[in-house]
């Protein structure tokens, strides 16, 4: 049996950081993008649609997905760098 001595502050500081950041993109585009921002970003569009209405309707779903990998890729990261990813 191996003792392992890991920076557990240093682990939680660097998963909440990383939450954080992932929350807050969420909450910009589901709120932000979706309901604040969404008469600004209206004037735009994408695929012929309004860029509010279209966030609102598909592009939070796309960023999200995209959260979900980000999320795993950066917790795997964070895991080797503290030594305690699975093998």
Do not use: C
């Not at 998963?15 to 929350?23: D, E, G, W």
């Not at 807050?24 to 309901?35: M, P």
């Not at 990261?77 to 990813?85: C, L, M, N, R, S």
């Amino acid at each position: 049996m191996t003792d392992h001595t890991h920076d557990s502050h240093g682990y939680w500081k660097a998963t909440l950081s990383l939450l954080t950041k992932i929350l807050i993109v969420w909450f910009l585009v589901s709120f932000g993008a979706g309901i604040l921002f969404a008469d600004f970003l209206n004037q735009f569009h994408f695929g012929g649609y309004p860029v509010g209405f279209w966030f609102a309707q598909q592009g939070s779903i796309y960023v999200f997905v995209a959260l979900i990998f980000i999320y795993a890729n950066r917790m795997n990261a964070i895991d080797e760098k503290f030594d305690v990813h699975e093998d």
